[in-house]
């Protein structure tokens, strides 16, 4: 059994690195990767889109992998998944001294499988 959670969490990790790939590929800086507060949980990938709308964003990424189908992943992210990654978004801001008011941000979604990645920009609003 813990054989296999090692064998999930190292999947989990190799997916995430594909998608890091791709996000720099697209001009993305990585700031952050399952950064994680232990009393809220963690976020996958934080980085900057230099682009987005001309405009530079701070992006909160989730990701999801699915051997088969990533049409499931959209289910994992709950309105009460929403809401944990909009806090967890505020104590990395604050964290780092980020003023989230002086700055756009955005809630990806990346679902993927062995054969294809999804990317849903600003799948979810913020709201100050």
């Known amino acids: 059994m813990v054989f296999s959670q090692q064998n999930q969490r190292q999947l989990g990790f190799e997916k995430e690195t594909l998608v890091i790939n791709y996000l720099k590929n697209l001009g993305y800086k990585i700031l952050a990767r399952n950064w994680y507060n232990s009393n809220r ?16 964003y701070l992006v909160f990424i989730e990701v999801k992998y699915r051997k088969d189908s990533i049409d499931y992943s959209l289910n994992a992210l709950s309105k009460t998944k929403q809401s944990k990654l909009k806090k967890l978004a505020l104590y990395y801001c604050k964290k780092e001294n980020i003023n989230p008011l002086n700055i756009n941000i955005s809630f990806d979604f990346i679902a993927l499988n062995d054969e294809q990645i999804e990317h849903i920009k600003n799948i979810f609003s913020y709201s100050h």
């Open 41 to 56: 949980g963690e976020l996958d990938i934080i980085a900057i889109d230099p682009e987005r709308f001309n405009e530079k």
